[in-house]
């Protein structure tokens, strides 16, 4: 069982699930541009941008509640450049102090105890730190980028929107993002291709909306970046 909302977070979304309490699972978590803050049964972890689909391997009835930052602004909040988090998982305590990190965790227990939302605690805790990133966060910046590779427009555009130079845009990306303009576009079209495959889209219809040259093209992107097939993606 997967649910989310929007957050009071600007950008994010809260999102919790239970696994199966019949048996283990296996979960396929798709690359999506973005960080998470996830409390995992009592534990505290950050989940970083992700490059290719991360399997987990769920106990039964295992519960997760998370606050899942949109591309390029969890480093405002978590405090680290993205790219020290590409595909990565850790605790919370290695990013923020020990002690501000246990209780966080303890709020979070103690509201899942008394059936209050643990999402509620994340997102206060993120709303008392913003502006924590190790370097200025410029929205013009990650707003120019996410919105010219979702249009799939080159590099070089992105970067005269955004008023930098290639190479410094490409720094940017990293800190904010994980990766590069191009990596983070993959990403995104992935993602839209998928969506629109569960929602009923014939592929070849699917390829040609999202901005793929083919039908083939998007079945190469698809298992590159999850590992499976589109088809099994939808199944």
Known sequence: ?????????????????????????????LPDGCMDVIWADGALLVAGPDTAAHVVADRPGARYVGLRFGPGTGPAVLGVPAHE?????????????????????ERAGEAAELGRSVG???EE????????????????????VVNGVRAGLPVARIAADAGVGERRLHRRCL??????????????????????????????TVAAVAGYADQAHLSREVRSLTGVTLGALVR
């Open 1 to 29: 069982m997967y649910e989310e909302r929007a957050s009071r977070v600007p950008g994010a979304v809260v999102w919790w699930s239970v696994s199966p309490g019949s048996a283990a699972a296996a979960r396929r978590v």
């Open 125 to 144: 805790a993120a709303g008392l730190r913003p502006g924590a990133a190790p370097g200025p966060v410029d929205a013009v910046v990650v707003t120019a």
């Open 175 to 204: 800190d904010v993002f994980g990766y590069g303009p191009r990596t983070l576009g993959r990403i995104l079209r992935m993602n839209r291709a998928v969506d629109l495959a569960r929602g009923g889209a014939p592929f070849a």
């Open 85 to 105: 988090l590409r595909d990565r998982r850790v605790p919370l305590a290695e990013l923020w102090p020990g002690a501000q990190a246990r209780r966080l965790a």
């Open 120 to 122: 509620a605690v994340l």
